[in-house]
């Protein structure tokens, strides 16, 4: 018996299209399809067919294969989904991931709406700018940020952030490079150097041979022992640091120049949490002698003005900077910008000099005193409860100290008991293996309350 399907011939055509949209195949296995006779559709039952599957003759990137199961945050996402299909009806409480919460400050958001509107009329329209950067941008960075520096407008860069600007610099120093990072450390800096085959393979509590792992510690107060440290090419450092909240004196980063100085290194300095340092701590790798010499500095407005979603950050690299040859590393990297990228969006640019602003720098700074007091919040809370508690002073972090446990397993307990995401230390490196970071990103309701959930799991 056939079963007569009065559909039109637009309404077929919607439900293979809307199948396709859904990532399922037109026509499934073991199912009726609809047959067309006279403007009629039938179900015509289809035999089981084998799936004929195309592979290209392209080898995969061996490095990519390199990689651990999966990027840290969107592992940390796919975890908390599965935790929301579990238990549909709890409130979920996000400080794992390092994203904003509050909202941009109107000062800086109606200029990028101004520039927006501007661009729908003839004399406001710009269409592609320079892949450097806005000249005034630029020049106001290097006045606001560097201003006593030496660092001029033709040393800034912007760019759509200081993740993305990470992996182009790893571009620029291609393949044959060796690399050294704070463990524990932000996981990009690993991963890029990874995908670009400067490493060998990974071991559990080793990390990637070929990278060298500057051990970060509480017994060496987040900064690492540089006569154990070997020689390489590159030194990732980032301070205020992510993800332990701890920040480099003034000394250290003396050490730490004088020590590439030595070495013929290049420091790649992310100073991206620098406007929440609360002591005097340098705030630039540019405040010490002879840093222009060996250091390039990637920042970002993300955890300043709520730019996590806008996009707008930039590179510092001084014309003093060369490498063996003496060739200009500024030169190559306008050559790798204007080659793989068209320029931050105007709009972001616009929003970025609203930043900079008088109004705008004191909007920034309202925001992220928010945010501090959120870290003495679950600071207290946690060494209320008899944890050795680090960071939370000069960064959005808070590094909570679990001994003998597994960072996921603490992670996934936390999870389950209290339904608030953290981030669990050991995907920062091997050296944050027993530590969950908890951030400070969140409205102050969920922050108080996570912290109740908190002292009821662990009183």
């Known amino acids: 018996m056939s079963l007569n399907l009065h559909l039109s011939a637009s309404s077929s055509a919607f439900l293979s299209q809307n199948r396709l949209q859904n ?73 794992g991931i390092g994203d904003t919460t509050e909202p941009i400050p109107e000062v800086i958001t109606s200029a990028m709406s101004k520039r927006s509107y501007a661009l729908s009329t003839n004399e406001g329209y710009t269409g592609y700018g320079a892949e450097q950067g806005e000249k005034l941008l630029r020049a106001t960075i290097a006045s606001t940020y560097y201003g006593e520096l030496g660092i001029e407008e033709e040393d800034i860069f912007v760019s759509d952030g200081a993740k993305s600007d990470i992996s182009r610099l790893q571009v620029l120093f291609g393949s044959n490079v060796t690399m050294a990072v704070q463990d524990p450390s932000y996981p990009a800096y690993v991963d890029s150097s990874v995908i670009m085959g400067q490493t060998g393979l990974y071991t559990d509590d080793v990390g990637f041979s070929k990278i060298e792992y500057m051990k970060c510690t509480p017994e060496n107060g987040f900064f690492p022992d540089l006569s154990k440290v070997a020689r390489t090419d590159i030194i990732f450092f980032c301070s205020p640091n992510n993800p332990t909240g701890s920040a480099a004196t003034r000394d250290q980063l003396i050490q730490l120049v004088q020590f590439a100085k030595k070495n013929g290194s290049i420091i790649v300095y992310d100073s991206a949490y620098a406007m929440y340092m609360s002591n005097d701590n340098p705030k630039s790798i540019f405040e010490i002698p002879g840093a222009k010499e060996v250091a390039i500095e990637v920042s970002s407005f993300s955890k300043y003005a709520g730019f996590t979603g806008v996009r707008l950050g930039w590179t510092v690299v001084p014309k003093e900077l060369q490498f063996s040859d003496g060739f200009s590393v500024a030169k190559d990297f306008n050559r790798i910008v204007c080659t793989c990228f068209n320029g931050a969006s105007n709009i972001a640019q616009a929003g970025g000099l609203a930043c900079l602003s008088p109004e705008g720098l004191g909007a920034m700074h309202e925001v992220i005193g928010f945010y501090k007091e959120n870290t003495e919040i679950i600071v207290k809370t946690f060494e209320s409860l008899g944890f050795n508690v680090y960071g939370g002073k000069n960064a959005p972090y808070v590094w909570v100290h679990f001994p003998g446990q597994s960072s996921w397993d603490v992670f996934s307990e936390i999870l389950e008991k209290t339904h608030v995401v953290t981030t669990p230390g050991s995907g920062f490196g091997p050296g944050g293996e027993g530590f969950v970071r908890v951030s400070a990103f969140g409205h102050r309701a969920n922050v108080l309350e996570a912290c109740k959930r908190f002292k009821d799991l662990y009183t």
Not at 34 to 55: L, Q, Y
Not at 64 to 76: D, H, T, V
């Open 23 to 95: 990532g399922l195949a037109s026509t499934p296995r073991h199912v009726s399809t609809p047959a067309r006779t006279n403007g009629i559709f039938k179900c015509v039952a289809t035999p089981p067919a084998e799936i004929a599957v195309h592979k290209t003759k392209v080898n995969r990137n061996s490095n990519m294969a390199k990689l651990q199961a999966g990027y840290l945050f969107p592992e940390i996402a796919r975890r908390k989904s599965a935790h929301m299909l579990k238990y549909p009806d709890a409130q979920i409480i996000s400080l």
